[in-house]
């Protein structure tokens, strides 16, 4: 019996499960470049390269042993644009008997794939992706009967799972958890490391001139693109942040500053999360790093915590809990997204240099995400649907299943406290600690209200003040709302006023 193996554009794997027990003297391997995936969201153009120039640099690895690889370009003639319909082609092309295919990372292809057997038929065999470290069926059991769901405890469990960082069933050091000492603002003399970039071989500058002309319209520059398209590349990064850059990595990883795009931070995501890099061997290589007393606990530590605790996290409860999800919206927010999200261009440094990074290289730091332009968000009350959507389209490592929970739970509160304990709001005085972009911005961090004061601030009061019904009863802001209260009648109209007149100015934009 012949099968069709099914490659998806995240499973440059060789050890994926869709391929483990291929017959290269029957089998045929299909990948295929769909415009439907290129436009349900018109995602940033380095993305794009990337995805495309690692699927053709994966396919010719397989052809190297002698697998039979049905490559389908996007500018193949006869291309459906479709999963299904190039799968249809597929096994009228090959004769197939059945489809081999690992479980996709995105619910409404998931239900797609579950749909073929019925509509193909021929049977259809969806295997589970063991690359992750956490299967769904044992994170559902964790989170079955939970109040609530907290990627600390979850963390623990993966840690007395894995062993890893443990003293038997102690944390190595004594303590779980050193993000209190993961929080340093970068130092104004600190020598920053150089980043090592790809050049583009003659495949990738071929998918860049394919990307330009088709999707020219789509945000970003691709003038700037280096990232790793093959797994070799994708190990000479992990090595390259192991050895010059996880030392300083848990000081600094919250820091920002202006014009520098990537300080100590692993740059590694887009290779894991399109599977040019599994997460234990990045996993391993951080602990090796441990051992050999090359990296402090500290910042092992913090960049384990990314790996076996956020990631594992975001994808178990994406799983749990799609559908429904997506679709609540805890704070009725409903503004539309600026402008400036697009261009970059306002007068709040800060967003200036999040948003330019964002176009320049397809990628921002957490910090940036969350307490940037995630706050930013929250604070005026934008769409979560909008904000989600700009997610998953201008960052070269977002993919539904990490980026919805970590923008509908993490940074909007739009679950209303199914993720976190409370919103990650904030107002200027935590971007001036943890960044030098207010040295160069037009607004004072110091300034509540004026002309001159930091939006954030007014904002950061409205949104407690808007959402009071909301949020007064959650324990964890108590402190703000205590800080609210000795607040006069006089000093909260001031700020309502000044906060309006910023959302109607910007939705005039």
Same mark, same amino acid.
């Given at each position: 019996?012949?099968?069709?193996?099914?490659?998806?554009?995240?499973?440059?794997?060789?050890?994926?499960?869709?391929?483990?027990?291929?017959?290269?003297?029957?089998?045929?391997?299909?990948?295929?470049?769909?415009?439907?995936?290129?436009?349900?969201?018109?995602?940033?153009?380095?993305?794009?390269?990337?995805?495309?120039?690692?699927?053709?640099?994966?396919?010719?690895?397989?052809?190297?042993?002698?697998?039979?690889?049905?490559?389908?370009?996007?500018?193949?003639?006869?291309?459906?644009?479709?999963?299904?319909?190039?799968?249809?082609?597929?096994?009228?092309?090959?004769?197939?008997?059945?489809?081999?295919?690992?479980?996709?990372?995105?619910?409404?292809?998931?239900?797609?794939?579950?749909?073929?057997?019925?509509?193909?038929?021929?049977?259809?065999?969806?295997?589970?992706?063991?690359?992750?470290?956490?299967?769904?069926?044992?994170?559902?059991?964790?989170?079955?009967?939970?109040?609530?769901?907290?990627?600390?405890?979850?963390?623990?469990?993966?840690?007395?799972?894995?062993?890893?960082?443990?003293?038997?069933?102690?944390?190595?050091?004594?303590?779980?958890?050193?993000?209190?000492?993961?929080?340093?603002?970068?130092?104004?003399?600190?020598?920053?490391?150089?980043?090592?970039?790809?050049?583009?071989?003659?495949?990738?500058?071929?998918?860049?001139?394919?990307?330009?002309?088709?999707?020219?319209?789509?945000?970003?520059?691709?003038?700037?693109?280096?990232?790793?398209?093959?797994?070799?590349?994708?190990?000479?990064?992990?090595?390259?942040?192991?050895?010059?850059?996880?030392?300083?990595?848990?000081?600094?990883?919250?820091?920002?500053?202006?014009?520098?795009?990537?300080?100590?931070?692993?740059?590694?995501?887009?290779?894991?999360?399109?599977?040019?890099?599994?997460?234990?061997?990045?996993?391993?290589?951080?602990?090796?790093?441990?051992?050999?007393?090359?990296?402090?606990?500290?910042?092992?530590?913090?960049?384990?915590?990314?790996?076996?605790?956020?990631?594992?996290?975001?994808?178990?409860?994406?799983?749990?809990?799609?559908?429904?999800?997506?679709?609540?919206?805890?704070?009725?927010?409903?503004?539309?997204?600026?402008?400036?999200?697009?261009?970059?261009?306002?007068?709040? +440094?800060? @967003?200036? *240099?999040?948003?330019?990074?964002? &176009?320049? %290289?397809?990628?921002?730091?957490?910090?940036? $995400?969350?307490?940037?332009?995630?706050?930013?968000?929250?604070?005026?009350?934008?769409?979560?649907?909008?904000?989600?959507?700009?997610?998953?389209?201008?960052?070269?490592?977002?993919?539904?299943?990490?980026?919805?929970?970590?923008?509908?739970?993490?940074?909007?509160?739009?679950?209303?406290?199914?993720?976190?304990?409370?919103?990650?709001?904030?107002?200027?005085?935590?971007?001036?600690?943890?960044?030098?972009?207010?040295?160069?911005?037009?607004?004072?961090?110091?300034?509540?209200?004026?002309?001159?004061?930091?939006?954030?601030?007014?904002?950061?009061? +409205?949104? @407690?003040? *808007?959402?009071?019904?909301?949020? &007064?009863? %959650?324990?964890?802001?108590?402190?703000?709302? $205590?800080?609210?209260?000795?607040?006069?009648?006089?000093?909260?109209?001031?700020?309502?006023?000044?906060?309006?007149?910023?959302?109607?100015?910007?939705?005039?934009?």
């Amino acid at each position: 019996m012949s099968t069709l193996h099914l490659i998806l554009g995240d499973q440059l794997s060789r050890s994926i499960t869709a391929l483990q027990d291929i017959d290269p003297e029957r089998d045929v391997v299909l990948m295929a470049e769909l415009a439907d995936e290129a436009l349900y969201v018109p995602h940033h153009k380095q993305k794009l390269v990337l995805i495309f120039s690692a699927m053709r640099h994966f396919a010719a690895e397989l052809e190297s042993e002698k697998i039979e690889v049905d490559y389908v370009s996007l500018e193949d003639k006869g291309n459906s644009d479709s999963f299904t319909g190039e799968v249809e082609r597929a096994l009228q092309r090959h004769g197939c008997e059945r489809i081999v295919v690992t479980e996709p990372g995105e619910w409404r292809v998931m239900e797609m794939m579950q749909s073929w057997e019925e509509r193909l038929e021929v049977p259809v065999d969806i295997r589970p992706d063991d690359r992750f470290l956490c299967s769904l069926s044992e994170f559902s059991e964790w989170a079955e009967g939970r109040k609530a769901l907290r990627m600390e405890f979850f963390y623990r469990e993966m840690r007395r799972k894995t062993g890893w960082l443990m003293d038997d069933r102690d944390p190595q050091g004594g303590r779980w958890n050193y993000d209190s000492e993961n929080r340093k603002a970068l130092p104004k003399k600190l020598s920053l490391p150089r980043r090592d970039r790809f050049e583009p071989n003659k495949t990738t500058r071929e998918v860049m001139d394919m990307v330009q002309n088709r999707f020219s319209d789509h945000f970003g520059e691709l003038d700037e693109f280096g990232w790793a398209v093959t797994r070799e590349d994708a190990l000479e990064a992990l090595d390259h942040f192991i050895t010059v850059c996880l030392p300083k990595f848990g000081d600094y990883q919250d820091a920002m500053k202006s014009g520098e795009d990537f300080l100590f931070h692993s740059l590694i995501s887009p290779y894991l999360n399109i599977g040019l890099l599994l997460p234990r061997e990045v996993c391993e290589a951080a602990l090796a790093s441990l051992g050999d007393e090359h990296a402090p606990l500290p910042a092992v530590e913090g960049f384990l915590r990314q790996i076996l605790g956020w990631r594992e996290f975001m994808r178990g409860l994406y799983w749990l809990l799609m559908p429904d999800y997506a679709d609540s919206n805890f704070l009725e927010a409903k503004r539309p997204l600026p402008d400036f999200y697009w261009t970059g261009k306002t007068d709040m +440094n800060c @967003l200036s *240099e999040a948003i330019g990074n964002t &176009r320049r %290289n397809a990628y921002a730091h957490h910090i940036q $995400r969350l307490m940037v332009t995630g706050n930013f968000a929250l604070l005026t009350g934008i769409d979560p649907a909008k904000v989600e959507e700009w997610y998953l389209l201008v960052y070269i490592d977002a993919f539904e299943w990490v980026e919805l929970p970590n923008t509908h739970g993490m940074a909007l509160f739009a679950d209303g406290g199914v993720l976190a304990s409370k919103p990650y709001a904030a107002s200027g005085a935590y971007i001036n600690r943890m960044s030098n972009h207010c040295g160069d911005c037009r607004f004072n961090p110091k300034e509540k209200l004026g002309d001159s004061a930091c939006p954030f601030n007014y904002l950061y009061w +409205n949104f @407690l003040l *808007e959402n009071e019904q909301r949020l &007064r009863s %959650n324990p964890r802001m108590g402190l703000a709302y $205590r800080n609210l209260d000795r607040m006069s009648s006089e000093q909260s109209d001031a700020i309502r006023e000044q906060a309006v007149g910023f959302l109607d100015a910007m939705a005039s934009e």
